[in-house]
């Protein structure tokens, strides 16, 4: 797990490939938002919580 900093607190993410797609784990801070831009420019926005979230199929890096 990586610690990425904001000016919100810390920001744990985790990542891993499986089938070929990028599984992602994440927390956004408290009173934070964050946009996530997957390989391939699919964007999401993200509110403060736990994310376990899985790349959009067709956004794979060819």
Known sequence: MKVVPSPKGVVPV?????GGRLHLTVTVPPESRAILCWPGGAEQELEASDYELMEPEGSEEA
């Open 14 to 18: 985790r990542w891993e490939r499986r």
